[in-house]
């Protein structure tokens, strides 16, 4: 069974940084993309990071580019997101997600981010 | 970015109502789409990928359409347990975009 666990989460001030985790298990981590996608309070959905099988290849949109950071340990299953300079907006869950089919197929269960004075 | 406009935002409906939720593409995204289902205090389930092909284990009412920007997700018979929120999302390039959601209710 697949298994992607999100932790890390927390309260962060303003400008402050967090590095969140997500330990895979039930498949071959190694062999598959991953993201991170955030759901706001308002229940939007936005994708963050890409990081491809390897982990040789990134991608970020603008709102969080320069500023988050994706990378992995194929080694020990753990997927990680560094977040630096937060602001207020990125408060948000936070999901881990397997690639298949070229799209997403399974989401964690998130790790919840509050960025606040 | 190509921006994803799904509709509607909310609806009601009947329980064995065929229910349809549309997601349109700002440009061509070639069915590269997913549709997801998110019930309340949960995270989202992927339903559908490539437009229009069933992940195992959903169950055959569901549905999905489309090609170009116009793409759909149809409910065949609405139960009870499909309540929730359904999101669209385009993976045709970079940035991936989601559409804003669609919140189903039962009548």
């Known amino acids: 069974e697949v298994q992607l666990v999100e932790s890390g989460g927390g309260l962060v001030k303003p400008g402050g940084s967090l590095k969140i985790s997500c330990a895979a298990s039930?498949?071959?981590?190694?062999?598959?993309?991953m993201s991170w996608v955030r759901q706001t309070p308002e229940k939007r959905l936005e994708w963050v990071a890409y990081?491809?099988?390897?982990?040789?290849?990134?991608y970020f949109p603008d709102t969080v580019k320069g500023r988050f950071t994706i990378s992995r340990d194929n080694a020990k299953n753990i997927l990680y997101l560094q977040m630096s300079s937060l602001k207020s907006e990125d408060t948000a869950m936070y999901y881990c997600?397997?690639?298949?089919?070229?799209?997403?197929?399974?989401w964690g269960q998130g790790t919840l981010v509050t960025v606040s004075a | 970015d190509i921006k994803m406009t799904q509709s509607p935002s909310s609806m009601y409906a009947f329980l064995g109502e065929r229910v349809t939720i549309t997601c349109k593409a700002s440009?061509?995204?070639?069915?590269?789409l997913n549709w997801f289902q998110q019930k309340p205090g949960k995270s989202p389930k992927t339903l559908i990928y490539?437009?229009?092909r069933l992940v195992d284990g959903v169950p055959s009412r569901f549905s999905g359409s489309g090609s170009g920007q116009d793409y759909s997700l149809t409910i065949s018979s609405l139960e009870y347990e499909d309540m929730g929120i359904y999101y669209c999302?385009?993976?045709?390039?970079?940035?991936?975009?989601f559409g804003g959601g669609t919140k189903l209710e039962i009548k």
């Open positions: 997600v397997r690639h298949d089919y070229g799209g997403f197929a399974y």
């Open positions: 990081i491809n099988s390897g982990g040789g290849s990134t």
């Open positions: 039930g498949f071959a981590f190694s062999s598959y993309d």
């Open positions: 999302l385009q993976y045709d390039e970079f940035p991936y975009t």
């Open positions: 490539r437009a229009n």
């Open positions: 440009q061509d995204i070639n069915s590269y």
